[in-house]
């Protein structure tokens, strides 16, 4: 009898659990539709920002088929109230069959990822206010680059050279979360 009511209790606090995390990430992570709104908290707040919409997922995906290397993306509202969207990729740049590569070839295919994704995003016109980008190799963080619209068009403007990575490096880093952000950090030289 004893080991029947052990594993009735066991049954019992599995279905608390289950039921319990089931309403933890209902709440959490609120089921949305292409109209519905979703909730975010910034700065003590709460605003509301449209989900992006599957013409839009459609159209950045798109736009960075070219980015090779690209196996993850997300659209995500900025949270700031203003219907707009950060685009976030991941971008494995390691060699045939996972190998890794130099890190000056690693630093070279990174800097031309950044000028490509940086422009491929900011050249649709879709409202994003800000895109990131992360280099893995092999599953291993690499690089990182931010950069805001507001951001990307002073520095693209002064920047006709075509060489947008080293622009975004000489030029002062800021991680605003927001349309004047600006860093790049890539992985260092052996």
Sequence with gaps: MAGKSVWLGAAALAVAFVAGYVLLQDRLLPRTSETSPVSAVTMGRTTADPAPTDA???TVTSALANVSGLYDMAILPDGLGDNRFVVSAMVDVSGQNGAIPSANTADMSMRSLVDAFFRDVYSLSEPI?????????????????????EAYDSLSTA?????????????????ESSVNEAWLELKPEN
């Design 56 to 58: 839009m997922v459609s």
């Design 159 to 175: 920047t006709m050279s075509g060489d947008l990575a080293s622009a975004l490096a000489a030029s002062t880093q800021r991680d």
């Design 129 to 149: 206010s800000e895109a990131e980008i992360t280099f893995t190799e092999d599953g291993t963080l690499v690089g990182t680059a931010g950069l805001g619209k």
